[in-house]
Each structure stands twice: as structure tokens, then as C-alpha cells.
């Protein structure tokens, strides 16, 4: 198994222009996960989907950020527009259940904003 | 409200020394607990998990885990550091929902 894809590995951009972060979970896995890494904040949980459907989105941080889910192998999120304290590692992570217990994390793509 | 405590933002031991990285959890009832590590440039990967059954857990590259109901403590350790060792640990728990709850992570320095 190829585990979970992110791409773009690397994202540097100006701020105002819009950012998209791909990711393909696990094939079989129904849940999908996006958190964002910072020294200053951690690991947040930004957007969580079941079975395709966005259940809780409570930690994205304003309506600068979207993500979707249009099926069971492909999300993504977008930053429209972008500004530098976006400037972060934004991981994707996927499990095989809602009530399971591993996430299996993608390499991250980190994003520069300018 | 829950939440997962690692003490310590940095440990650093010699090469060859035990290991020990602490973490406390805050939840009204039982967990499933993890740890995970994140080497440089990496996501985070599995290193252990405890669900049910045997409190003392073990993992991958020689760490284990103890469960300590009582103590609401799931530290990590491994009896002999390797160079190899050194990347940031994150301990980890969810209540049977959606959501896994975090450490703000340790890094781990291991000294040659």
C-alpha cells in the first residue's frame, strides 16, 4: 500500500493568492482528517470527514479555509486568500473506521506564504 | 475538559541511557491511548497503542508504554537510546470518538 499521498510536498506563495493542498487516504479507509503543524500552536485538528461527509469543521480557523471530500479516495483544502501566518505543515491522515484507533499520516505539505 | 499532558518540550539523554517520556491524560472515562513519532520532514507514525487487556505495551524499535489507570499516566520508554532515536514523540488518546486528542510532543535529543 502506497500509505496516504499529499501533494504538493512543498507549496511557497504570495499572499492573497489561493493555496490548494491535495491528499488520497488509504485505500478502504473511511475517515480523513487535515491538521496543521506550527512550533508556536502544535498539531491542530482542522476538518474531520466520515464516509465522505464533513462532520465537524469547528477548528478551521475562518472562512478563508475549505476543504472537500468528493469521494473516498481524493480531498482536498484550499486557502483563498492566502496570508502569511497561514505558513504551516498541513497533514492529511486517514483511518480505516470512525471509532478506530490509528491515523495513518500523509508526508505533510508545507506551505509558505509570503 | 480533555487533554493530554507530556511533560517536558525537550528531553535529551546519552546514547545507550533509558529513555523515559512522560504523558498524563485528563478524561472521565477509559481511553485508548497512543504514541507516535515524527522523524524530520515525516508525518507521524504509530509507535504503540493501548486499547484494552495489558496495561504494558510494546512497540516498535524497542518501546513500550504502561498504562497506570491510577495515575492517568502512559510515559514511554526504552531501556537503550540509539542515535536512531532522536525525532519528536507525541502521546495521543480518543474516547471512542471521532477525535484524537494530542500531546504538544516532546523532542527527543539522544547525545552520541
Known amino acids: 500500500d502506497a500509505g496516504v499521498i499529499q501533494s504538493p510536498r512543498h507549496e511557497v506563495t504570495e499572499m492573497g493568492q489561493e493555496v490548494t493542498l491535495r491528499c488520497k487516504p488509504i485505500?478502504?479507509?473511511?475517515?480523513l482528517f487535515w491538521y496543521r503543524q506550527t512550533m508556536m500552536r502544535g498539531l491542530e485538528l482542522l476538518i474531520y470527514?466520515?464516509?465522505?461527509?464533513?462532520?465537524?469543521d469547528s477548528g478551521m480557523p475562518e472562512d478563508r479555509f475549505s476543504a472537500k471530500m468528493p469521494n473516498a479516495s481524493f480531498s482536498t483544502l484550499k486557502i483563498q486568500p492566502s496570508e502569511p501566518r497561514d505558513s504551516a505543515v498541513y497533514f492529511c491522515?486517514?483511518?480505516?473506521?470512525?471509532?478506530?484507533?490509528?491515523?495513518?499520516f500523509g508526508p505533510g505539505t508545507r506551505l509558505t506564504v509570503l | 475538559a480533555q487533554s493530554v499532558t507530556q511533560l517536558g518540550s525537550h528531553v535529551s539523554v546519552s546514547e545507550g541511557a533509558l529513555v523515559l517520556l512522560r504523558c498524563n491524560y485528563s478524561s472521565s472515562v477509559p481511553p485508548y491511548l497512543f504514541w507516535y513519532v515524527q522523524y524530520p520532514n515525516q508525518g507521524l507514525q504509530l509507535l504503540l497503542k493501548?486499547?484494552?487487556?495489558?496495561?504494558l505495551v510494546k512497540g516498535i524499535n524497542g518501546f513500550e508504554a504502561e498504562f497506570k489507570k491510577s495515575e492517568t499516566s502512559f510515559h514511554l520508554t526504552k531501556p537503550s537510546a540509539h542515535m536512531s532515536d532522536a525525532a519528536e514523540y507525541f502521546c495521543?488518546?480518543?474516547?471512542?470518538?471521532?477525535?484524537?486528542?494530542f500531546g504538544a510532543g516532546t523532542r527527543l535529543f539522544v547525545k552520541a
Open positions: 493501548y486499547t484494552t487487556g495489558a496495561t
Open positions: 495521543a488518546y480518543h474516547t471512542g470518538g471521532f477525535k484524537t486528542i
Open positions: 470527514f466520515n464516509n465522505n461527509v464533513p462532520i465537524d
Open positions: 491522515a486517514s483511518t480505516p473506521g470512525q471509532y478506530t484507533d490509528t491515523q495513518y
Open positions: 485505500s478502504g479507509h473511511n475517515s
